[in-house]
C-alpha cells in the first residue's frame, strides 16, 4: 500500500470481501498509545457477516526485554504492554506465549496476562478429559493450581516479556529492562502459545481457533 495513505488520520479503503465477492470498505484509523507508539486500527465489516479488525504498530524502537518477579499480590497490578511482536516467558511453568500472524496488542497488567493463559489451560484441559488423556489432563490441572496460587499470592514466579521491535513494556519499578542482542531479536519466534513441559506438549493458536493436544 502506497505509504502516503499513513499520513492521513482517518481513510477508507476498498476491497473485495472474501466470503461473498462485494465491495468492502475498510476504514484505517491512526492513533498514537503510550508505548505503542504510533499505531493504524483497521476494521471491515460485511453485510454477509464477515468482520475483519486489526492493529499495525507504524513504529519500532530497540529491541527490549523487561523481567519482573512476581512475589505478590501488588505485583499483580504491575502493568504490561504486549504489542504483536511481543513473546511472553514464564519460566518457572515452563509457558511462552509467541505473536502469530493474527495476534493482538493489548494493555493489561500481569494478573490479566495470566487469565489469558488460565483460559487457554481450561480449554486444554477440557480437551484432554475428552479423550482421556491422563497425562495431559494431569498437567493441565497441575498448571492451573500453579496459576491459582500465583493470583492468590501464594507462589512467586517471573514473567519475562521481550520484543524485537521494542514496542512491548512491563510497566513496574522492580522490572529489569534490557536491551536485546541483535542476535537475541532474531532468535525469537513467532506462531503458537506453547506449554511444553517435559515433552508435554499444550498448543493454542493466536487466532483463537485452539487445536487439542497432540494435534497438527
Known amino acids: 500500500m ?21 465491495d ?4 484505517w484509523q491512526r492513533d498514537n498509545i503510550p508505548y505503542l507508539g504510533e499505531i493504524m486500527y483497521i476494521t471491515a465489516k460485511c453485510q454477509c457477516s464477515f468482520r475483519f479488525t486489526d492493529t499495525m504498530i507504524l ?24 504489542s504483536t511482536s511481543g513473546t511472553i516467558h514464564i519460566p518457572e511453568m515452563g509457558i511462552d506465549v509467541e505473536p502469530g500472524p493474527a495476534s493482538d496488542s493489548y494493555i493489561t497488567n500481569i494478573e490479566g496476562v495470566l487469565q489469558r493463559v488460565q483460559n487457554v489451560l481450561m480449554t486444554a484441559n477440557r480437551w484432554a478429559q475428552a479423550d482421556e488423556d491422563k497425562e495431559k489432563f494431569a498437567r493441565s490441572q497441575e498448571l492451573l493450581c500453579m496459576l491459582n496460587e500465583v493470583i492468590e499470592g501464594k507462589r512467586k514466579i517471573t514473567v519475562i ?12 519499578k522492580k522490572a529489569v529492562a534490557t536491551k536485546l542482542s541483535k542476535e537475541e531479536a532474531e532468535e525469537l519466534n513467532t506462531g503458537m502459545i506453547v506449554f511444553d513441559v517435559e515433552k ?5 493458536d493466536i487466532l483463537d481457533n485452539v487445536q487439542p493436544p497432540g494435534g497438527d
Do not use: W
Open 2 to 22: 502506497n505509504q502516503d495513505y499513513f499520513k492521513s488520520e482517518n481513510f477508507e479503503t476498498r476491497t473485495t470481501c472474501p466470503l461473498c465477492q462485494n
Open 24 to 27: 468492502l470498505v475498510m476504514k
Open 59 to 82: 513504529s519500532s524502537k530497540e529491541p527490549m526485554r523487561y523481567e519482573l518477579s512476581v512475589e505478590n499480590l501488588e505485583d499483580l497490578n504491575a502493568r504490561v504492554v504486549r
Open 161 to 172: 516479556i521481550e520484543d524485537p521491535l521494542g514496542n512491548s513494556a512491563i510497566i513496574s
Open 200 to 204: 508435554s506438549e499444550i498448543a493454542h
